[in-house]
C-alpha cells in the first residue's frame, strides 16, 4: 500500500488537534481564533511533547489560501453603498483612530530601536481592531443590540476596507527603495485607479453573467464559479503589482452587489472556515517560547499602548464623530485589541522578508493577551464616564458632547455647486480611467498584433487601430463632457444668476478638452502630423461624439444598464421585504433605535401570539414588521403567531432590547435527555374477544388521545393493510397494525 503524502499526514493532525481546542474554547467561550492559534503552538516544533507538523511550506500554501478566502469573505460582506450611505461621522472616527494607532505604534518600535520596516509594520498592525473579536464579544455579552455597538461595527467595516488598501501600500514601500511620501501618493493612486476599473467593469458585467445563467446554477455551480472568480481576480492582482488577497477582497466587494450575494455568502461559509483555521494554525506555529520571555517587556508595553491608545484616541475619534461623550467612550473601549489584520500584515512582512521574525509572536502575543481583556474593556467604559462626569466640570462635559466635525451644509446655492462638482468630477475620473484602460489595452496588445498581421503595411494597421481604439473610448468620452449638462443642479445654477453662466460654461470646456486630449494623445502615437493639426482633429472628433445620438443611446444604455446591476441586490431586498424602513434614521434623536432580532430555531416563543408574548408589557418594546421567509409583515397585531426562524424588526430603547435578546437566547427548549428512547416502533396487536377495543369505534378507543399512538391500518390477508375509518367498529379476531414510542405501544397491548 503506497504511503499518504506528508501534506495529508500534516492536514490531519492539523485538524484534529484545531478540532479539539476549538471545542474546549467554544465551552470556555472564548473566540475560536484563540483556538486556532494555541492548535497551532501544539502542532509546531516548539512543542517537544506533541507530534509536530513536517511539511511547514504545504501548510503555508494552504495558509495562504485561507487569507484569500478569508479577504473574499470579507468582501461579500462589505458593500459601497453602504459606506456612500454612512456619510462622514464613521470616516472621521475611523481615520482618527487609525492615524493614532499608527503614530504610537512608530514611536514604541522606535523607543525599542526596532529597524524602520518594523516601526511600520507595527503601526498597520496597531491601527486595526478586530471584527471578528468584538463582534463575538458583543454577541455574548447581549450588546449586539445597543446603538454604540452598531456604531462600532460600522467603522469596523471601514477599518477592513484601509486595511486592504494598507496592506497594498505597505508591499509597495517594502518593495521600493524608499519609503517616502511620494511613493505613498503613488501606491495610493494606483490603488485607487484599479479599484474604480474593477468595480465597474465587474459590476457591468458579471451580475449580466449570472442573471443569463441563473437558471443553470445550483449550489455546487454557485461555488465553483463563486471561488473561480475569486482565484481569477487574485491571479491579475498579483499580475499588476498588488497582492492575491486584494484582488480577493475586490471580487467579492463586487459580488456583494449581485442578487445572488446571499447565496454565494452560504455556500462559502464552509470552504472559508476552513482555510480561514489553517491560516490560523499557522499563525500559532509560529510562536515561539524563547522570543516571548525575551520580548516580554515590549509585548507588556504594546498591549498597554493599545489599551490606552484605543480607550483614549477610540473615545476621541468617535467624539469628532458627533457621538456623546458617553457613547465614545463605550464605543473607544470596544476596540481595545488586535486580531485577524495584524496576523495578516505580519504574514505579509515575512513573506516579503522586510520585517524581523521576532515582531510576529510577539503580535500574536499581544492579541491573544487584548482579546481576553476585551469584554473587561467593554465593562470599564461605564465606570470610567461615571468617574469622568464626577470629576469634570458640567460645561467641560458639555462641550465634549457637541464636539463634531460632520456638520450639515448650509445655502443651497453652494449646495447645488458642491453636488454638481461632485457628480461632475466622479464620473469624469470614471470615465478617464475606463478610457485609459481602453487605449492602454488597444496599444499594447491590439496594436502589435495588426502590426503583425498585416505586415508592409504600417500606417494602415496604425489608422485601423487608431479608428477602432477611438471608437471603443467614444461611449466613455461623450458621457464624460455631456453627463450632468442637464441635471436638476445645472438648471437651477443657471436660472439663478446670470453670474453663474460663465463657470458652468467653464465646466464644459474642461471637459471637452480632456476628452480632446484622448483622441490627441491616439493620434499623435500613431501618426506624424503636425500638432495643431492633430488638435484641430481631437476637437472635431469630439465634436461628432457630441452631436452623434447612437452615441448618445449607447452611453445611456451603459449607464443604466451600470445602475441596475448596482440597485439589483437593493431592488431583490425591497421586493422580497428585507430592506429596512426609511423612518429608522429618526428614531436615534428619541434615544431608540431599531434592531433585528432573530427567533431561534428551539425558542419556546414559536408558536404563540404577539399577545401571549406580552412584549410590550416585560420589555417595553414594540414589534414593527415580521420577516419572515420572502415575506414581511407589518405592524402585526396581537394574534399574530411567532414562528421558529422569524426575524423581528423590533423598536425600543438600548436596555429594552438587551433584556430581550438576553430572553430569546435563554427561554428554549432544552436538550432531550432521553431521546434515544422515544423511537417509534411499529407493532401488530389482535383483537381478542375480551380486549375493551370489541365494539369500539377507531375515534372512541383513546388510541391516539389516551396512549399517543396511531393505527396505521388493519391486516387483510397477507400483504395487504387496510385503513381504518373513524367510525368503523373494531372486531374479535381484527389485526391491528399500530405505531407508537415503545411505552405507549406496551400500555396499549396490555390494556
Known amino acids: 500500500m503506497a504511503e499518504l503524502p506528508e501534506l495529508v499526514k500534516d492536514l490531519a493532525l492539523i485538524l484534529v488537534v484545531a478540532g479539539t481546542v476549538t471545542l474546549l474554547f467554544k465551552r470556555l467561550k472564548q473566540p475560536l481564533v484563540l483556538g486556532y492559534i494555541v492548535a497551532g503552538f501544539i502542532v509546531s516544533p516548539q512543542m517537544p511533547y506533541t507530534m509536530s507538523v513536517i511539511d511547514r511550506a504545504d501548510v503555508q500554501t494552504w495558509a495562504d489560501i485561507g487569507v484569500i478566502f478569508l479577504l473574499f469573505s470579507l468582501g461579500l460582506d462589505f458593500s459601497f453603498k453602504k459606506i456612500l450611505k454612512m456619510g462622514a461621522a464613521p470616516v472621521i472616527a475611523s481615520l482618527t483612530i487609525i492615524f493614532c494607532m499608527m503614530l504610537i505604534g512608530v514611536t514604541v518600535g522606535n523607543a525599542f530601536g526596532w529597524s524602520q520596516m518594523d516601526c511600520i509594520f507595527l503601526a ?348 471603443g473610448i467614444s461611449p466613455f468620452l461623450r458621457a464624460m463632457v455631456m453627463k450632468k449638462n442637464h441635471s436638476e443642479e445645472f438648471k437651477a445654477l443657471w436660472a439663478e444668476s446670470r453670474l453663474n453662466h460663465l463657470p458652468l460654461i467653464f465646466t464644459i470646456i474642461v471637459r471637452v478638452i480632456i476628452a480632446s486630449s484622448f483622441v490627441f494623445y491616439i493620434c499623435n502615437y500613431l501618426s506624424r502630423f503636425a500638432n495643431a493639426l492633430i488638435i484641430a482633429i481631437a476637437v472635431a472628433v469630439v465634436l461628432m461624439m457630441i452631436m452623434s445620438r447612437s452615441l448618445k443611446h449607447s452611453s445611456i444604455r451603459l449607464e443604466r444598464m451600470f445602475v441596475q446591476n448596482l440597485r439589483s441586490r437593493d431592488i431583490e431586498a425591497q421586493v422580497h421585504g428585507r430592506k429596512r424602513p426609511l423612518y429608522e434614521g429618526h428614531l436615534l434623536d428619541r434615544n431608540v433605535h431599531m434592531s433585528d432580532i432573530d427567533v431561534p430555531m428551539d425558542s419556546t416563543w414559536a408558536g404563540k401570539t404577539l399577545r401571549q408574548l406580552e412584549l410590550r408589557q416585560r420589555f417595553g418594546v414594540h414589534v414593527s414588521s415580521i420577516l419572515r421567509a420572502e415575506r414581511r409583515l407589518n405592524i402585526p397585531d396581537g394574534n399574530t403567531i411567532v414562528f421558529p426562524g422569524d426575524r423581528l424588526q423590533v423598536i425600543g430603547a438600548d436596555s429594552q432590547l438587551s433584556r430581550l435578546a438576553e430572553a430569546l437566547r435563554t427561554e428554549i427548549y432544552g436538550s432531550d435527555p432521553d431521546i434515544e428512547t422515544k423511537s417509534m416502533r411499529l407493532r401488530q396487536m389482535v383483537v381478542t374477544g375480551g380486549s375493551p377495543l370489541v365494539g369500539v369505534t377507531l375515534r372512541e378507543s383513546g388510541i391516539r388521545s389516551r396512549y399517543n399512538c396511531m393505527v396505521v391500518g388493519i391486516e387483510e390477508g397477507e400483504e395487504n393493510l387496510s385503513p381504518v375509518a373513524p367510525d368503523r367498529k373494531f372486531e374479535k379476531g381484527d389485526i391491528i397494525w399500530i405505531v407508537g414510542e415503545e411505552h405507549n405501544l406496551s400500555q396499549l397491548l396490555e390494556q
Open 124 to 471: 498597520g498592525m496597531l491601527a486595526m481592531s478586530s471584527t471578528t473579536i468584538i463582534y463575538k464579544a458583543f454577541d455574548d455579552m447581549g450588546l449586539r443590540q445597543q446603538h454604540f455597538a452598531s456604531l462600532v461595527m460600522s467603522v469596523l467595516i471601514l477599518e477592513d476596507v484601509l486595511a486592504i488598501v494598507m496592506m497594498v501600500m505597505l508591499s509597495a514601500v517594502a518593495t521600493g527603495s524608499n519609503p517616502d511620501g511620494g511613493e505613498m501618493i503613488g501606491s495610493v493612486l494606483r490603488i485607487g485607479f484599479f479599484l474604480i476599473l474593477w468595480f465597474v467593469v465587474g459590476i457591468s458585467l458579471i451580475p449580466m453573467f449570472l442573471r443569463s445563467v441563473r437558471k443553470l446554477i445550483s449550489e455546487e455551480t454557485l461555488l465553483v464559479v463563486s471561488l473561480g472568480l475569486c482565484c481569477l481576480m487574485a491571479v491579475i492582482s498579483t499580475q499588476v503589482g498588488f497582492s492575491s488577497a486584494f484582488g480577493a477582497f475586490v471580487m467579492g466587494s463586487i459580488l456583494a452587489e449581485t442578487v445572488e450575494a446571499e447565496k454565494i455568502i452560504k455556500v462559502v461559509e464552509p470552504v472559508k472556515n476552513l482555510f480561514g483555521a489553517v491560516f490560523f494554525v499557522s499563525v500559532g506555529m509560529l510562536v515561539e517560547p524563547a522570543i516571548l520571555v525575551e520580548y516580554a517587556l515590549p509585548i507588556a508595553v504594546i498591549v498597554l499602548a493599545i489599551l490606552l491608545g484605543q480607550s483614549l484616541f477610540g473615545s476621541f475619534g468617535y467624539l469628532l464623530s458627533g457621538q456623546t461623550l458617553k457613547t465614545a467612550m463605550r464605543c473607544g473601549f470596544s476596540m481595545a485589541q488586535i486580531g485577524e489584520f495584524a496576523f495578516i500584515i505580519a504574514s505579509l512582512g515575512l513573506s516579503l522578508g522586510v520585517i524581523s521574525k521576532f515582531l510576529y509572536p510577539v503580535v500574536v502575543a499581544v492579541s491573544v493577551i487584548t482579546t481576553f481583556l476585551t469584554p473587561y474593556m467593554i465593562r470599564a467604559s461605564e465606570p470610567c464616564y461615571n468617574m469622568l462626569e464626577r470629576r469634570l466640570p458640567t460645561s467641560w462635559i458639555s462641550t465634549l458632547n457637541h464636539i463634531t466635525l460632520s456638520h450639515p451644509s448650509g445655502k443651497t446655492a453652494k449646495n447645488n455647486w458642491k453636488s454638481l462638482l461632485r457628480q461632475m468630477t466622479v464620473n469624469t475620473v470614471i470615465y478617464t480611467i475606463l478610457s485609459v484602460t481602453v487605449v492602454a489595452l488597444m496599444l499594447t496588445l491590439f496594436l502589435p498584433f495588426i502590426r503583425h498581421l498585416l505586415v508592409g503595411w504600417h500606417w494602415t494597421a496604425n489608422f485601423i487601430c487608431g479608428s477602432l481604439t477611438v471608437l
